[in-house]
């Protein structure tokens, strides 16, 4: 059985805090692309239904 205590460093050594730092830039970047893409998926579809409805629209007011 150990009786000593094993002391750690209290610093973090300067090239993982890099890396840590460049991991969150990029999983934010990333984030924010796919909220950005979520955003313009719903603005297109909701173009189209507006699109279709206008169409209709425009028969149901030639026609009838």
Do not use: D, N, S
């Not at 603005?43 to 507006?50: D, E, H, L, Y």
Request: aromatic share 8%; net charge positive; glycine share 4%.
């Amino acid at each position: 059985m150990r009786t000593e205590v094993e002391t750690r460093p209290h610093h973090v050594p300067i090239l993982r805090r890099a890396v840590a730092g460049l991991v969150l830039v990029v999983v934010a970047a990333l984030v924010v692309k796919l909220v950005i893409g979520f955003v313009i998926a719903i603005f297109w579809t909701i173009v189209a239904v507006a699109a279709v409805l206008a169409v209709l629209w425009a028969l149901k007011t030639i026609i009838w």
